[in-house]
């Protein structure tokens, strides 16, 4: 998949690593795996000065904006000047400023990790894609909290691959320079 045109920078995507999300009745699979792989992603991004943009979903439920359980995970926080995005819907592209934020710039390529894979993680992949982003879903850097968790991830990653988007594992991620 060709990058945006004129458009060469990338950007990390860390979707919904909030607190509530890891105190649910099913706890989230490989938890403080991924929570390690996404701050390695992180790391290297800002070791090249790709924008790592934060984005929280909020709801009237588990995830009430500015509450603690809407809060960021304490392992994964933004530096100052980092962007932060506020979201309602699952694509992270719907009714947010994600898009102006990647466009202003320069971002082709985004690199997709975070919570919850068949939910915003999968929305959120989707539109990266229909906006003609090249996309990276981390397939080693998102996760769920379903009984059926590993089958989740397993399928998703498939599925999204085969909708475009290129699944790596967080190792295998290159940022690359500005």
């Known amino acids: 998949m060709e990058k945006k045109k004129g458009k060469d920078r990338q950007a990390l995507l860390v979707v919904d690593v909030q607190q509530g999300l890891f105190e649910r009745e099913i706890p989230i699979y490989q938890a403080e795996r ?16 790709a924008p790592v943009i934060f984005i929280q979903h909020s709801n009237d439920g588990t995830l009430k904006k500015n509450s603690r359980e809407w809060q960021l995970h304490p392992a994964i926080q933004p530096l100052p000047g980092e962007t932060r995005i ?3 819907e699952a694509n992270a592209f719907l009714g947010t400023p994600l898009e102006e934020e990647l466009n202003k710039r320069g971002v082709g390529e985004v690199v997709v990790c975070g919570l919850v894979t068949h939910g915003c993680v999968k929305a959120t992949t989707l539109g990266a894609i229909e906006k003609g982003f090249r996309t990276v879903l981390a397939g080693d850097a998102h996760s769920n909290f379903s ?28 940022f690359s320079g500005m």
């Open 34 to 49: 991924v929570l390690a792989n996404i701050n390695r992603l992180i790391g290297r991004a800002r070791k090249t000065a």
């Open 147 to 174: 009984r059926d968790a590993a089958k989740l991830i397993a399928k998703w990653n498939r599925e999204l691959g085969g909708k475009g988007a290129e699944i790596l594992n967080s190792q295998e991620v290159v």
């Open 86 to 88: 506020y979201k309602l």
